[in-house]
């Protein structure tokens, strides 16, 4: 059973940054593709990013717009992802989640495993 849990997040004003973490355990982290979802009160889990197994590919979404990057150490069986220029509307619970198949994936119904999240506040 593969186990992710998140850490990193917090309370941030508008222009900081922050640098998530998923830490995953029980599985073949580097077989797995990866990705980080949010989710804001009263509005659906989004899709933010993914990375495939090897970290060679990466694939955003729209809003993201330089703003965040995925990155993952496969050493260390962790993903990351630093944002930077956090706005009032990131503010979300932010979670990770791998997939058994190792490509890049936005859609939430492909991941397999789900970290608990961690919360991000970015405060005007």
């Known amino acids: 059973q593969v186990q992710l849990v998140e850490s990193g997040g917090g309370l941030v004003q508008t222009g900081g940054s922050l640098r998530l973490s998923c830490a995953a355990s029980?599985?073949?982290?580097?077989?797995?593709?990866m990705g980080w979802f949010r989710q804001a009160p009263g509005k659906e889990r989004e899709f933010v990013a993914s990375?495939?197994?090897?970290?060679?590919?990466?694939y955003y979404a729209d809003f993201v717009k330089g703003q965040f990057t995925i990155s993952r150490d496969n050493a260390k069986n962790t993903m990351y992802l630093q944002m930077n220029s956090l706005k009032p509307e990131d503010t979300a619970v932010y979670y990770c989640?791998?997939?058994?198949?190792?490509?890049?994936?936005?859609?939430?119904?492909?991941?397999?495993?789900w970290g608990q999240g961690t919360q991000v506040t970015v405060s005007s």
């Open positions: 029980g599985g073949n982290f580097r077989t797995y593709g």
């Open positions: 990375i495939n197994w090897s970290g060679g590919s990466v």
């Open positions: 989640a791998a997939r058994v198949g190792g490509g890049i994936e936005s859609r939430k119904a492909s991941y397999e495993y």
